[in-house]
């Protein structure tokens, strides 16, 4: 790849989804857009740009990100934050549940689910009616092909291993009827979760506001600039003295024009009066 062809990659990719490509990953961004061409047929970089940056190569421009992203995630993932749920967020949440309250979570840059699902065990082994409840975990991503096994719930041995062995043979004993060696989540678990497309640097279709975000990990992708729109729009979509779980290298920065309170590492509250 020229270094006019990853200008232009890289470009597209910051516009559409907000992800920054320095110079230096010029290599992976070509490694990972090889299959991209063998499966469009285009047989040079220079065709590939030209058709992505054309209102032909809409969906292919999807798919561009989709190879571009990166989508690592596992189970119980900072574990503290889970830790943190259990002690100060969920007996608090569980019992506003069963009050008849609405309880809405949002795992924002979900990747394949592993977050969305860590969160639905957590809640679960507090309030197992959680499913027959007003309960709902949102998880999104800008990415269809995460999506797609995120719905599906469906993991192999290695990737559940860091799953705690209870929780385990409690949530994921039960062999997939159509991948051999995999497992697939609890009904509980699933029907707790729904997953959706949505990219973080458009509109948020979603309504009312939530109890708990989880956005880790997905930020560090974009710049400053691009994080720092985001902050207050996370605060907007939280309901009073609800919570926002970032990635351990991520920060909310005092500058960031919101009510967020630092309440634990990579943990933050807004506040109970909300000044927005
Ligand atoms: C490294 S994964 C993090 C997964 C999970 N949150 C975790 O911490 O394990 C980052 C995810 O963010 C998604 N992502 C990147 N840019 C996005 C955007 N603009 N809107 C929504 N999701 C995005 C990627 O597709 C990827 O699945």
């Not at 007996?91 to 860590?118: F, H, Q, T």
């Not at 800008?142 to 041995?157: A, C, S």
């Not at 902050?231 to 779980?245: C, I, T, V």
Request: proline share 5%.
């Amino acid at each position: 790849m020229t270094p006019d062809q990853f200008a232009i990659i890289s470009s597209l990719a910051h516009k559409e989804a907000g992800l920054v490509f320095p110079v230096s990953k010029s290599a992976l961004v070509s490694s990972r857009l090889v299959k991209r061409l063998r499966e469009t047929s285009i047989v040079n970089f220079d065709d590939y740009c030209q058709f992505v940056s054309s209102s032909d190569g809409k969906n292919e421009l999807r798919l561009m990100i989709s190879a571009l992203t990166t989508n690592i995630s596992s189970f119980f993932r900072e574990n503290h934050h889970f830790e943190f749920l259990k002690t100060d967020v969920f007996p608090d949440l569980a019992r506003r549940a069963k009050a008849g309250n609405r309880i809405r979570i949002w795992s924002a840059g979900c990747s394949v689910g592993m977050e969305a699902y860590s969160i639905g065990m957590t809640l679960l082994e507090i309030l197992p009616q959680a499913s027959s409840l007003d309960v709902k975990i949102l998880a999104s991503d800008i990415d269809p092909k995460v999506l797609i096994v995120g719905k599906n719930g469906t993991y192999d041995e290695r990737q559940l291993s860091a799953i705690p062995q209870e929780l385990r043979k409690k949530y994921f004993d039960n062999p997939s009827s159509t991948e051999l060696g995999k497992f697939q989540a609890h009904p509980d678990l699933l029907s707790l979760t729904t997953f959706r497309e949505l990219n973080l640097l458009e509109k948020w279709p979603i309504s009312g506001n939530f109890d708990i975000i989880f956005c880790r990990n997905t930020v560090i992708y974009f710049d400053d600039k691009t994080q720092n729109k985001l902050w207050p729009r996370f605060q907007n979509a939280l309901a009073p003295e609800g919570w926002l779980f970032v990635g351990h290298s991520e920060r909310v920065p005092e500058t960031s024009n919101t009510d967020f309170e630092n309440r634990g590492m990579t943990i933050y509250r807004r506040s109970p009066r909300p000044t927005t």
